[in-house]
């Protein structure tokens, strides 16, 4: 009992965090919680502040991974390119791995992900021709976004770099899952991994040809399996585990533990208070005790409400934490399954 309780009060001091560089979209695809205003009253609209990178950065020189996406599209940053830069300068990387839209980068941008070794970009590209594209893409542009991914390759032959890796990410609807096998043909000409991922609402768009879709991804595509999968304790293990091993923080500083939250946050603020502080306050800690079945449910703690913790406690699958669990970053099996079935 001794060593869970040391475990539990455990100074987290983690190596990679996730700071959303903007909440901003300029695109209104339907089953966003962006497009449909859900995070404004906890997450609200803006951008990363240069001012607080820089001052995070500096005051806490053992961060090495930063993941700057999120609720928003990261290149509607004004300041994006002072914190490429001073990232790059701090030997910090810089991924993009939860998603980028990648319809609106400048030229002068382009050439910085790659001059400054940007380690990796996921580009959601739903679609193989811009008449499906935007069906869900609403607003967004298919050819430009092939255009930018273009030029981006370009500069990556002219600095002879690897960087940014690119992903192009491919969410199967109905509407557009007969562009599957073209899809997947263009990002491999393009140099890009390519992978699969299944809607979170079933009802836009619901997959028709289920054969096919399980052929092509090879991932559970019935209600059933989805179902099965996706609310299961396990699937959210890899989101739970934030809380310590990349926890989430908003563009403006505020805790939210994982990229999952957008209704409330947990105390303290990362900019004002600091980093260590804030992610070690009570209402964290209670969540991560909570999250490890050590705690009871507590109304003011983000997690109370959250449709994984509710699964997770229903079936009493609680978090199994270790001595180093700080350093243990394994993502998911069932996780991997869903969002990264395809690496071509």
């Not at 043909?185 to 809607?199: E, T």
């Not at 109304?299 to 350093?327: F, H, S």
Request: overall charge positive; charged content about 25%; some cysteine.
């Amino acid at each position: 009992m001794q060593n869970v309780e040391i475990e539990m009060f455990k100074t987290i001091r983690p190596r990679k965090i996730r700071l959303d560089a903007s909440t901003l979209c300029q695109l209104r695809c339907p089953c966003c919680s962006t497009a449909a205003r859900k995070i404004e009253p906890a997450i609200g609209f803006g951008c990363l502040k240069f001012k607080d990178f820089k001052k995070l950065l500096d005051e806490n020189r053992y961060l090495k991974e930063i993941e700057l996406s999120n609720y928003g599209e990261i290149f509607l940053n004004p300041e994006l390119d002072s914190i490429i830069k001073y990232a790059y300068e701090k030997k910090v990387r810089l991924l993009a791995e939860n998603g980028v839209n990648f319809n609106t980068v400048a030229d002068q941008m382009l050439e910085m992900l790659v001059a400054y070794r940007f380690r990796l970009l996921l580009i959601s590209i739903d679609g193989a021709s811009h008449q499906t594209y935007q069906q869900y893409r609403v607003n967004g542009n298919f050819a430009m976004v092939i255009k930018n991914i273009r030029k981006l390759n370009n500069y990556k032959s002219l600095h002879d770099s690897d960087y940014p890796r690119l992903i192009w990410q491919f969410v199967i609807f109905g509407h557009n899952e007969h562009e599957i096998p073209l899809a997947k043909k263009m990002a491999q000409d393009f140099g890009m991994r390519f992978i699969l991922k299944l809607s979170w609402d079933r009802h836009f768009s619901p997959i028709k040809n289920l054969d096919f879709v399980k052929k092509e991804s090879g991932l559970p595509v019935s209600d059933c399996e989805a179902d099965q999968v996706m609310q299961g304790a396990e699937y959210g293990a890899s989101f739970c585990r934030m809380l310590w091993e990349e926890p989430q923080i908003n563009w403006d500083g505020k805790i939210l533990g994982c990229c999952c939250n957008h209704w409330r946050q947990f105390d303290g603020n990362a900019f004002t208070d600091g980093l260590v502080p804030a992610l070690n306050s009570e209402s964290i800690t209670y969540a991560r005790a909570m999250l490890q079945g050590l705690k009871p449910l507590r109304e003011d703690i983000p997690c109370a409400t959250c449709d994984l913790y509710l699964e997770r406690a229903k079936a009493n699958q609680w978090l199994k934490r270790g001595v180093n669990m700080t350093a243990f970053r394994v993502k998911s099996r069932l996780r991997k399954l869903i969002h990264y079935a395809l690496d071509q």
